[in-house]
């Protein structure tokens, strides 16, 4: 079974800096696809960034930008120029594109923005 | 339209009640999920739905009833809880089919208080 591992369970950044939170993964799957998500305290899960496990570039979505290190299993995200509205917390996730089984959660990581 | 309209938002209930959750999706998507969410912890799989037919039910009491009327709708039956059901609950929808499952977007969710 596929596992997610967040080890940050609480990071904060100043306003204008950028921060990396990180996650690692464990598969036995070649073929797969990692995800971002964004949980604000509004509650909506929203998809910052997705990463094909079969693409060697790293996926950029404006601000947001991943380092996905296939053979360490590790897909951390990294937020540029850090806004108050980026405070949140992040989940990274895994899944298999032939699985009935949807998304395996990491445990998620508190973002606080310091002002 | 990348929409997941969950109603209610808000919904306080005596263990003794029944109530209804309800999902809706219009991107096409052939398969529905719910999630159960605590406070601070990562959403928890609850059921899936694939092609409208229930494929995961991940040992959840019978006091939660999934139901899949049609391909764009997803109810959530509720019946006799208890207090520690009391969650934020989850509606997501992804692709699926020969192209492979891609990733799942999620409504506002329902915040649920069992009293």
């Known amino acids: 079974a596929q596992t997610v591992t967040q080890s940050q369970p609480e990071m904060s950044v100043q306003e204008a800096e950028t921060v990396t939170l990180s996650c690692t993964y464990d598969t036995s799957e070649s073929d797969y696809y990692l995800f971002w998500y964004k949980q604000p305290p509004s509650r909506q899960m929203i998809l910052v960034i997705r990463q094909e496990a079969y693409k060697q570039q790293n996926a950029t979505e404006n601000r947001f930008s991943v380092n996905f290190q296939k053979a360490a299993k590790s897909f951390s995200l990294k937020i540029s120029d850090s806004q108050l509205g980026d405070a949140a917390m992040y989940f990274c996730?895994?899944?298999?594109?032939?699985?009935?089984?949807?998304?395996?959660f990491g445990k998620g990581t508190r973002l606080s923005v310091i002002a | 339209d990348t929409e997941v309209t969950q109603t209610p938002k808000h919904l306080v209930m005596g263990m003794t009640n029944k109530k209804s959750l309800k999902c809706e999706q219009h991107?096409?998507?052939?398969?529905m999920y719910w999630y159960k969410q605590k406070a601070k912890k990562p959403p928890e799989l609850m059921f899936v739905y694939s092609y409208e037919k229930l494929s995961i039910n991940e040992s959840v009491p019978s006091r939660f009833s999934p139901e899949c009327p049609n391909s764009s709708l997803l109810n959530l039956h509720l019946h006799a809880l208890q207090p520690e059901d009391s969650a934020l609950y989850l509606c997501?929808?992804?692709?699926?089919?020969?192209?492979?499952?891609?990733?799942?977007?999620f409504g506002q969710g329902t915040r649920l208080t069992v009293v």
């Open positions: 997501a929808s992804s692709q699926e089919g020969p192209g492979g499952n891609t990733e799942a977007f």
């Open positions: 991107m096409g998507h052939r398969a």
């Open positions: 996730a895994y899944r298999s594109p032939w699985s009935r089984t949807p998304l395996v």
